[in-house]
């Protein structure tokens, strides 16, 4: 059964999945102005300021609950530390991106953040399967899902980063219950 949820909160171990507040961007900004995560990314532009986090705040309020969905990482000791959402692009199926702030690399939080997102996902949302996908020189992604049960698609796509101005191998990954 699926479930339209306006603004979900969801709860990992150590995290605060939430919608993000026009208060955050200043923060959003300072992590996501860092080049090594613009370029991990389809759709952030590099340099990123101000200016592009409040504009992402705003469109994730008027985000349409039927094509996806847009969550604040927010750390319970430390504050947000990055981003993840679910959405439908070209894809039939629903597909998972995030980014974790550079400080926070290393420490588990994108494995509990996709985690939580592919539990809830399935639970609330109805999905079955989900797609990812990670630059082919960003392996460290690629164990992210991993760990959180994707297995390879046996393909290798080109998709645009915004960031690097051209398109990138990208590994992908899908995920089933």
């Known amino acids: 059964m699926c479930v339209i949820e306006t603004t979900p909160v969801l709860a990992t171990r150590r995290l605060t999945l939430r919608a993000p507040a026009p208060e955050d961007a200043a923060t959003i900004a300072r992590l996501a102005s860092d080049p090594a995560i613009a370029r991990n990314t389809t759709r952030m532009p590099s340099p990123y300021g101000l200016e592009d986090a409040n504009a992402f705040v705003t469109a994730v309020a008027a985000q349409d609950p039927k094509a996806g969905y847009t969550f604040l990482l927010d750390h319970d000791d430390h504050g947000p530390v990055g981003v993840i ?80 101005g051209e398109p990138v191998a990208t590994r992908m990954m899908i995920w089933m219950a």
Do not use: C, M
């Open 85 to 164: 959402g679910v959405f439908y692009s070209n894809d039939p199926l629903p597909e998972i991106g995030y980014w974790i702030g550079q400080p926070y690399w290393g420490r588990g939080l994108a494995t509990e953040a996709v985690d939580g997102l592919v539990q809830w996902a399935s639970r609330r949302w109805g999905k079955r399967a989900l797609l990812s996908g990670h630059f082919t020189d960003n392996p460290a992604s690629g164990r992210v899902l991993d760990k959180a049960g994707f297995l390879p698609t046996g393909e290798v796509r080109p998709q645009f980063s915004r960031a690097r």
